[in-house]
């Protein structure tokens, strides 16, 4: 059927292109080929050059410094020696359980808020324009500015929250200062600021999905959790999934929060993150091969989950 | 070739030209002791006059602090007379040093041929392989007032018996207190506490005559290494140990460590005398203090500069007394590395720049009488370096030109507390005891015993791993 089909006007400049320089054979058609992509090799040239001094190479570095030591400036391979260093502080674990429970608090409250917002906004019928200048407006706040205000807020003898609590005569909170509250206090905090995005990424796919279906769910007689569930999340799985991805890669990656409100390891340790540690290991503890092998834990971490999402979404296929 | 073929070739071209980088690079990372251009036999003498040589130095004082700048570029001035062929490029930096890029500057070797750090920084800075040996350049000739160095001070700086530094300043931890809070609470403020059972005596009178007024007695730091750090000092006042003289064990589990952190569990829990919040990052106690929201808190005396000049505070109402118990105080202080790929003509040069400017008796930070003039204060516990003659010396020129009132330090001056280091794997060993401290701070119900168990047996495997 293909060889009977009038090729149009894009396969006919490939297919001239494809034979032109066999036709022709020899160097100087490779030198026409490569005098004609100029141009390409070039940004080609340029792309490789920018990724590979910014992105590869630090990671390579990463990968070498991971298995060195720098010891009285004499720079020497040891082997897994960082990587058994790491292992054995006594605050792996808990950085792993305080990571990983960041990103299911994210999850839970990062990932499902943003949605049901954007869900809401589409259903606005005015002012939605607005309403969604509103909900980015936190995002454009500096991230320091952001995490001091919500610093000053949490503060529990003259902040908001407890005032507002008090107000209700509802039981205030610690907060920042409790073990027990640290961590969710930092990822609400942290919701806050990023959710406008998630919202606006959210409500694009929501706007795509075509209006038909919602009609023959009206005519099907479903409610609205019936069209959320049959129709919203079904249209919007794809967006959904690689949403989930980035925000798993990026809550396990908490650093600037923790750092600025809760002094990094906050009380008891509660909110020390792995990316804290690595910071702590870089820069408090001085030994960067044990920051690379941490890096190198991670790293290996959220790989695995960029694969799982790669599996999951060729199955989907 | 097939395309994939091809696609292959490019990437195993591509990852080995990043191999080959990343070996080129990480291989130029390789330092040794050879480097060092230390041994020059002449080191001992002191710089040549005629000789042409350039150094670049940090810690410039910043524009925003007007004398401090003015007095370090006429200083230039002034030493340019006695060495007109040498050059001084200054680097404007503040804060002096900032860890986080202080530590980069090192891995970057891009710090300065005469560069500013903390007296505590030195072990950092050698496996860095970034400081000349200056054992041979540093004599009475170079620096005539060595003899009057307190050793303790010097030792801080040495490793293996080698000279590394020199101090520009330093100090010993104590006890700063508001004396416009406690007189207000009915305290005389010329009789502060010198115990944690009278500290929590006196944060209470505080707490329960100007607790209204959004006033507390005693503030603490409770996460960010701090409250380990503070942990650390509260023990030394005990005459405690964090870890035990060999380093291989943790000493800090005892009856003293127990009563103090109940003491600060009480006073936060008990008697209400603390602020609910504790402290996370370094500068949030001077800013209360400045702002006359605290009473008491352990501190350095430059923090008392600090809040007078950042914060507002008036220097009539802060005192400082020594730490509570009185042991041994924790040090800590300032000093001046030189790089180790410096010439021994640029070493010599920058030894003879911080003689001049940090450790000559009337001359640079000494010159009281310029200060006073400048409105720069004279009379705070501090450089606190210098013994025998040159210490007598010093306090009769502080005493002349005193602008602050040094009464307020007498008790802290007086006191004489036997200075101690930081412990080694001090950053570590602080994040396990601010647990214990954020434990008692955050948790109404914590079990020090506990808490002190549990941190003993973790800092036990940090030090048994050889971290």
């Known amino acids: 059927m293909a060889a009977t089909t009038v090729p149009d006007k894009t396969t006919r400049r490939h297919a001239g292109r494809a034979a032109g320089p066999k036709a022709q054979g020899g160097r100087g058609g490779l030198s026409r080929k490569l005098s004609q992509n100029l141009q390409a090799y070039g940004f080609l040239i340029g792309a490789i050059l920018c990724f590979g001094f910014f992105s590869w190479y630090p990671m390579v570095r990463e990968f070498i410094m991971s298995f060195q030591q720098t010891k009285r400036g004499v720079t020497s391979w040891v082997g897994f020696h960082n990587i058994k260093t790491v292992y054995h502080d006594p605050y792996f674990w808990t950085a792993w359980k305080n990571t990983g429970l960041f990103t299911l608090y994210a999850l839970v409250i990062g990932f499902a808020v943003p949605f049901f917002v954007a869900i809401l906004l589409n259903e606005l019928r005015h002012a939605r324009a607005y309403l969604r200048v509103l909900v980015y407006l936190p995002v454009m706040l500096p991230p320091v500015a952001g995490a001091l205000l919500f610093k000053y807020f949490y503060n529990p003898e003259y902040g908001l929250f407890n005032r507002i609590l008090k107000i209700f005569h509802l039981p205030t909170s610690q907060w920042l200062d409790s073990s027990h509250t640290a961590l969710i206090s930092v990822v609400i905090a942290a919701t806050w600021m990023s959710m406008g995005s998630a919202t606006l990424i959210y409500l694009a796919a929501l706007q795509n999905i075509p209006g038909e279906l919602y009609e023959a769910a009206d005519l099907d007689g479903a409610g609205l959790w019936s069209k959320i569930w049959h129709v919203t999340i079904p249209q919007t799985k794809l967006v959904l999934s690689l949403m989930l991805l980035l925000q798993i890669v990026a809550t396990m990656q908490e650093f600037t929060n923790v750092f600025l409100m809760a002094g990094g390891n906050g009380p008891e340790n509660s909110t020390m993150t792995v990316v804290y540690m690595v910071y702590q290991y870089g820069y408090r503890y001085n030994n960067f091969g044990g920051a690379a092998a941490l890096g190198l834990f991670l790293l290996l971490v959220l790989a695995g989950f960029s694969g799982l999402y790669a599996r999951l979404n060729r199955n989907s296929d | 070739m097939s395309r994939i073929r091809y696609r292959r070739l490019v990437a195993v071209a591509l990852v080995a030209g990043i191999g080959l980088t990343g070996a080129a690079c990480s291989s130029s990372d390789k330092k040794d002791d050879n480097g060092s251009k230390t041994s020059s036999s002449s080191a001992g003498t002191p710089l040549d006059p005629k ?417």
Not at chain 2, 106 to 112: A, D, F, K, V
Not at chain 2, 307 to 316: I, L, R, T
Not at chain 2, 409 to 416: G, I, L, R, T
């Open chain 2, 51 to 467: 000789t042409k040589v350039t150094i670049s130095v940090d810690c410039m004082p910043p524009t925003t602090k007007k004398p401090e700048r003015k007095q370090w570029l006429d200083d230039i001035a002034e030493f340019h007379k006695t060495y007109p062929n040498v050059t001084i490029n200054s680097k404007d930096t503040f804060p002096c040093e900032d860890t986080d890029k202080f530590t980069a500057q090192l891995q970057g070797q891009s710090e300065t041929n005469v560069f500013y750090s903390y007296v505590t920084d030195l072990n950092q800075v050698l496996d860095a392989g970034q400081a000349a040996d200056i054992t041979d350049y540093v004599n009475d000739k170079t620096v005539p007032n060595l003899k009057d160095i307190d050793p303790n001070v010097l030792a801080i700086l040495k490793d293996s018996g080698k000279l590394y530094g020199l101090p520009t300043t330093n100090y010993s931890m104590g006890l700063i207190y508001n004396r416009k809070i406690f007189k207000d609470a009915g305290l005389d403020p010329d009789k502060p506490p010198t115990t944690w059972d009278e500290i929590r005596t006196d944060s209470k009178v505080i707490q329960d005559k100007l607790g209204s007024k959004g006033i507390h007695g005693f503030f603490e730091y409770g996460a960010g290494n701090q409250g380990g750090w503070h942990l650390t000092s509260a023990l030394y006042g005990a005459g405690n140990n964090v870890v035990s003289e060999d380093g291989t064990k943790a000493a800090f589990n005892g009856p003293e460590a127990t009563s103090i952190l109940q003491t600060i569990h009480d006073m936060r829990w008990v008697d209400n005398s603390m602020p609910s919040s504790a402290g996370k990052e370094w500068g949030e106690s001077q800013k209360a203090m400045g702002a006359g929201q605290i009473g008491m808190y352990l501190a350095a005396p430059d923090d008392i500069q600090l809040m007078v000049q950042q914060y507002g505070a008036n220097f009539d109402d802060l005192g400082m007394a020594p730490i509570p118990g009185g042991k041994t105080s924790l040090m800590g202080g300032n000093d001046y590395f030189f790089k180790k790929s410096d010439s021994p003509d640029q070493i010599k040069a920058g030894i003879a720049w911080i003689n001049f400017k940090f450790l000559t008796l009337k001359k640079g930070q000494f010159n009281y009488g310029r200060n006073k003039a400048d409105g720069i204060p004279v009379g705070l516990p501090q450089p606190f370096f210098f013994t025998g003659q040159a210490k007598a010396t010093d306090t009769a020129d502080k005493t002349q030109y005193a602008t602050v009132p040094v009464a307020n330090y007498k008790s802290y001056v007086d006191a004489q507390v036997p200075v101690k280091g930081e412990p080694p794997n001090a950053q570590k060993l602080y994040t396990v005891l601010d647990t214990v401290m954020s434990g008692v701070l955050s948790n109404k119900n914590a079990d020090v015993s506990k808490l002190l168990s549990s941190a003993e047996t973790q800092a036990n495997q940090l030090l048994a791993a050889g971290q």
